[in-house]
């Protein structure tokens, strides 16, 4: 311990898990950093944000600014890939203490003839020990020292140097640094690239998508499918697990428990004689047209997400050969997944208590490293929750020292605290419960969690109306309205969204049986063949929600979300922005399908630096319309049967005759 | 790391800055322990609080309980003096998840012949790791063992003994702990005596206890003022610095800047030619002196506090001793202390930052080793927050490690981030913002800031209503009924509180001038010649307030506060309570001296486990009436004339003639 620190450091944010964990940010986000500093008595303080890239020895400084009660900020803006690491520091500051005071002693004519001296002291100590001031200043600041020192001078003649703002700034600049505390423990933050933070997924089946009706479709058929999906404006294409498929206990139509001869069987249950997670399923093609396929994709914009389902069939190579990954029972046989008394006699789980672990863990990073290879970025990784987290924790982050690029999305729908574990140990992005988020209360509350506490450093939502799992309720008895409203919640209130097509866009909501969730005739058991051009489909809305996205920077953030009261529990209203408020983005959303409803907004002006005297106009980007708005409360109507939303884009000022330039 | 640790524990708590700092108790408190456990899939977890006393090596486990949400919590009772110390493992339990899924086997009616075999296996590893299990169980279990694996007995026959309390019982108590996660920190608690959280000060100076007028009092007379003190229902007798007072610069009446021949000084000015902080103020007795009152009072059940200002006179010792303790100034000139443009000439504060403050330190620590050597055993520090926070850490730190009976009250009054940190550090007792909290929402704001957030694990508030530096402006436009509700307030709000005697109770509450804060003819810095008999003065009222403490459990604590809803801005209503709701107290304090008030209590009885149609007596303690209530809402009315407050002792039930013995 060094007595002579006399600053306290405590309370330095973002902080996750007392640094155990990194914080999240994308290439050019800015990193807030706080910190409650304090001394003993009265001296001021001056306090630095230190940070460093990766692989740096030499941390650069930032000032920080104090606010009341003893807070300070300060940030940095991370400009590459991989990790930046921060801390801070700070010190008392003499030379600003002395500055303070004896600027009250000349104010109230006390006499500071001492003073002069002792400051003269401090210049000369920062003199001394600050080697990087330049020569001007220096012989500025040693003309104050002669000046503090001359006494044959009257005291009012020699404080020119103290009034300048010269003294100041270059003492400021050339702080001398002594006695410094600081936080010793630096605080992770992995950076990623843009679109961790801003994506748009499409999932789809493809073995479904030959043209000719039921046969079983390839991956030169997803390649004729990408220009659907770009048109609509997707930049990410996920595509269920493209493993061998294994053959026992394999599952037939609507989960039976038995398979008639030529079902498909689960692409969840994987693994068969033609290889295990590094093979491809023979009936898609072969790893040739894969890497087309990727190629292709990425000539239209679109990325090719891999899901990764760490499972096995019994066929699955890894049962014979690494029989002791599973768990062994008493009659010699493998444990089957089970949630007693349901079991899934095609899936062996893999036993992450193996006292072969080690050997597991780096077979299983070997899968991502495989597709890596392959020229896949992005994976979407299968119940994650049912797979130890500290292997998830290693995993992501070896994968990432050597790929800072990859991104990974966590498909847990579990407990919050397993959910948000997940992420803290590197999940890119997550899945979210706004699958069962419908009412006012629960969209605001669910939201507010993520946004407005410390789950937003380490959790990026990603919302999804649907999934080949999940029917939600709610879709089931709405109408097409309902669809427009989830999707159009989906793309504003989240930067990422997903949706599963085209049992999205073309309304598929029929569940296995009332009461389920799950879709009737599921893709995930049988190959299905869709009527792309039914009427009525989403294609069109959804295109348009994309392109607004695409446009509106400040949909392509989830942070700036901030919700605004409006008297009507079947509307709500929520803003989106950049942080320069060049881009304001004002949604109203009518969560009741059926019936026309209207409210008078509350939109708080000063809070998006408007003037409350100044008409401004809103353009409604879906129908198209223009809006001349005043004040902080306006009216807005929504018929549903029209279009259940509203998203306005907030033009800041309107032009008036003062504006013109003869008018004064 | 060991891979096969498949249990994440996070945010344990009580956790002050990361385990940084320890909590705090008392004797026989209760230590709650709570931290979110959980791990992948759905095995059941056993979770265990781990805690030892200082130099145990040891650690004993204690089990925890599972809330909603991976909640899970467990406590222990310290009972020694000193630092426990706690954390908090937990595991897979593997008997616990075989037992929950076969059960829903039996119950589904599905196969578990290969589950017998699995429970046998468990049980097995179980009887071969775990060495203390007594004969009769392990037999037990064996026989059990058997049963599961008799495969000529029909599945049905062979499951008594899943189904029996005793082998659950068993395993409970003799769980197999394999692939432990343990929180590797452990956080630590300092448990001090009970008067550190329940206590009543009197503040008085001995120099004003001379019963013939205007002469310098003396110990002696402090010791006939004793059972004064202790009428009134004190425990803690608080003097202000007894040592030497300088000369050089000393202040005269009412803090003017030069005295007059024959005043006294302010006894803050510490250090004199007779010596310094270890020496005695020769005009109030001789060392001998001092310990008799100390060992009197004790006698009478009061302690002698004695008040520690590290500060200096001009004349104090140390200024030629240890100049290199002082900062120098360029003209040669020791700097005394101000706060720009004041300045205090009579006193040289300290300089923290001396390169010799490894002495500095020491030296100050032994001026407390001193006194503690003469049988003190509270201090009250003078300002600590002028003084380097980690000083005060270490100090008071290394002093309990041999003395863990001392209690040390922080006197800050300054940026509540500093105050707490002092508390952090170390100190047992705080002052608080009470002084200035009048209206009802600054006094419940304040109150649950401190109780219900994780400042109660570390700061221990005192309230005061006055102080010798401090009359607040409360007091000095209001009348009797004014002064009783700030101290009603006080001693009910908070366990431990105090006031400046005889200013107090004799109602002084005329200030310098208006607009200030200070004491007109301030015993700081004169003698005062109280009268005691003045008509009207609070000693009754005082007494009472502390013999109704003394009497009533619940109030001997302060976390306990709940504020209640009363529809009246003028009336604020709270209870506390003991833990096990033995002593209930409701207190109604009228914060207008002026006028009657009136309104409709809210008490939610459910919280005090009351029937909702069982009326209740509740017992004003100080006007003695006895009041027959209903239901949670009931009328309360106070004429601040009588008296401005209610200090009611709930009785949870009221006798019926269905409590007569003959009434079935």
Redesign the interface.
Known sequence: ?D????V?I??VKPQI???EFPIKRVINDKVNVSA?I?????DVLTAEVLYRYQGEKQARAVPMKQFP??LWKGDFQVSKLGSYYYTVQAW?DHFKSWHR??L??I??Q?DYG?DL??G??IINETLKNTSEIPARDEDFLKSIVSEFRNREKPLEDRIDGILSQRLYQVMINYPLKK?ISKVEREFEVTVERLKANFSSWYEVFPRSLNPNGDQHGTFNDVINFLPYVADMGFDVLYLPPIHPIGKTNRKGKNNSVTAEPGEPGSPWAIGGKEGGHKAIHPELGTMDDFQKLVHEAAEQGIEIAMDIAFQCSPDHPYVKDHPQWFRQ???G?LQYAE???K?YEDIY?LN????D??NL?EELKSVFMFWIDKGVKIFRVDNP???????WG?TIQTIKKEHPDVIFLSEAFT????MY?LAKQGFTQSYTYFTWRNTKYDLTTYCKQLVNTEVREFFRPNFWPNTPDILPEFLQVTNRAGFIQRVALAATLSSNYGMYGPAFELMDNTPTKPGKEEYLNSEKYEIKNWDYNQQNNLQKIIKRLNKIRQENKALQNTHSLKFHDIENEALVCFSKTTEDLSNIILVVVSLDPYHTHSGWIRFPLEEFEMDQHVPFQVHDLLSGSYFLWNGDHNYVEINPGIMPVHIFRVRRKVRSERDFDYFM
Chains 1, 2 share one sequence.
């Open positions: 311990m007595g002579q620190q006399r306290i405590e309370n898990n007392c640094g409650d304090f001394c003993d008595s009265h009660n003893d008392v005071d004896i009250k002693r104010d109230a006390t001492v001296l002792v003269a002291e006695k029972r008493p009659d046989s949630n007693p008394p079991k789980p992450f208590e193996t006292d672990w080690q863990w929750h049912t797979k130890s987290m500290r292997f290693w407990r919050p605290k397993v574990n």
